[in-house]
């Protein structure tokens, strides 16, 4: 278990597969991470839960706060050679917006890949409508490198995304 200050990452469990499945069929939790989807069932999500633990590439972790599940967070895409890997985040239990567990565990998540994983960048896209993740971002050293103009098509029209990403300097949790 990698300890922050509010939050602790653990192993994401088959145990924890049901509350995974409620928040990723919560739209309240889905709109502003990516593009629309279908509702996902539990046999989609028990076979994306196994295709994760067996792939060195992306890493899911569970967050915990209280000794209560309340999201996941994770590094996609890392790339060894050139050290760097994709953040991505979902604090699925609402009552827990807004009070910053989100930013310990990104800035716990950034600390175990600089100074365990040697990852030298970590980088992410977000719309530039989720005001609440861009000022989590920002709270964890993030900085913006540019947009990608009209890359996704959601809500009937193609949006931005903006493109943020931290390097290793010495950063410590």
């Known amino acids: 278990?990698?300890?922050?200050?509010?939050?602790?990452?653990?192993?994401l469990e088959k145990d924890d597969l049901d509350r995974c499945l409620k928040?990723?069929?919560?739209?309240?939790?889905?709109?502003l991470a990516g593009p629309p989807r279908f509702p996902k069932s539990k046999a989609e999500e028990e076979k994306w839960f196994e295709k994760?633990?067996?792939?060195?590439?992306?890493?899911?972790?569970?967050?915990?706060a209280n000794g209560k599940h309340i999201g996941n967070v994770g590094l996609h895409n890392i790339d060894f050679r050139n050290r760097n890997a994709m953040l991505g985040i979902m604090i699925g239990e609402k009552k827990y917006w807004n009070k910053g567990y989100g930013s310990d565990a990104v800035k716990t998540?950034?600390?175990?890949a600089f100074n365990e994983l040697n990852l030298h960048k970590i980088?992410?896209?977000?719309?530039?409508?989720?005001?609440?993740?861009l000022k989590c971002y920002e709270k964890c050293?993030?900085?913006k490198e540019g947009v990608l103009r009209e890359h996704v098509f959601k809500g009937g029209k193609y949006q931005d995304l903006t493109v943020m990403s931290i390097i290793n300097k010495g950063v410590k949790k």
């Open 123 to 133: 980088y992410l896209h977000v719309f530039p409508s989720n005001k609440r993740a």
């Open 52 to 64: 994760t633990i067996n792939d060195d590439k992306n890493r899911v972790l569970a967050i915990d």
């Open 109 to 112: 998540l950034v600390s175990l």
């Open 1 to 11: 278990m990698i300890k922050g200050k509010k939050v602790v990452l653990r192993a």
């Open 23 to 31: 928040w990723i069929n919560d739209m309240d939790v889905v709109k």
């Open 141 to 143: 050293g993030f900085k």
